[in-house]
């Protein structure tokens, strides 16, 4: 009896089963230990845990879950997923809201630098009005210049003195010249500010065509030649006669200085 049943088990035809031949087939060894076996939702036929797809009906499987449904699963899970996750979301902003709009804004005179603690703030003040109505830029213009006309005012006298010496001295007249024309550069460069306050406007216009004509005639005078005595002592003259007008500027200028409250004029 064993004999038989051994000659029966070499006669019959096995082998070992491949991937393809018993996996797909959907053969299963009945009695192997361990064995987890699902059924088929298409035609209820038995088949290994894990397998892919059913031989019989051709229904593929993912993870033991036909595929379709296992999709469908996937989508509504992150479907769910996205709803849960935003309702999580809108609640935390919701439940900010109260504070965030019942929360009194920041003042001008406190702001909150740390928790609990106010630190004052200076509330920027309007900009003052210029003392008398006068710019700044004019009130500095206004002294400077007086300062500058009294330093032309000695330069007159050094051309007077030089006129009434005895001997002409080129060399003298030449350094009263350039000392001349430094201070009418100077002036010329305060007028601008001097022409920010309107009621200096017409005496800044005529001390720029004063201050010119000092530094063209200098200029004109220095070109000669040192030894051209002729055209020094003609220079001085011509300085001189220009300088004359000096008084005249002063008296405007003091009016101008007594309404910016600039009584004493000083550097």
Known sequence: MRLALDVWARERPFGPTTAASGAAE??????????????????NRPLRAGSRRCPAC?????????????????????????????????????????RVVGASAPTAESV????????????????????????????????????LNERLAEGLDALDAILAAPTFDAATAAAAIRSIAAEAAAGTDQLARLATWPPATGLASDLRTFYDELRSTARLGLAASIANVDAYRATVEALAAQLARLPEIEARLAILLEAAGLATAGP
Request: aromatic share 2%; with cysteine; hydrophobic share 50%.
């Open 26 to 43: 959907g053969t299963l060894p009945i009695g192997e230990p361990g064995l987890q076996v699902l059924s088929c939702s298409g035609c």
């Open 58 to 98: 051709g229904m593929r499987f993912l993870v033991g879950v036909q595929l379709r449904r296992a999709v469908i699963l996937l989508v509504a899970g992150f479907a769910v997923g996205l709803a849960a996750g935003g309702s999580i979301v809108t609640a935390g902003v919701v439940a900010g809201l109260p």
């Open 112 to 147: 909150p630098s740390e928790v609990g603690v106010a630190t004052p703030i200076p509330v920027a003040s309007a900009i003052p009005a210029p003392p008398n109505g006068v710019p700044v830029p004019a009130r500095s213009a206004l002294r400077q210049i007086a300062a």
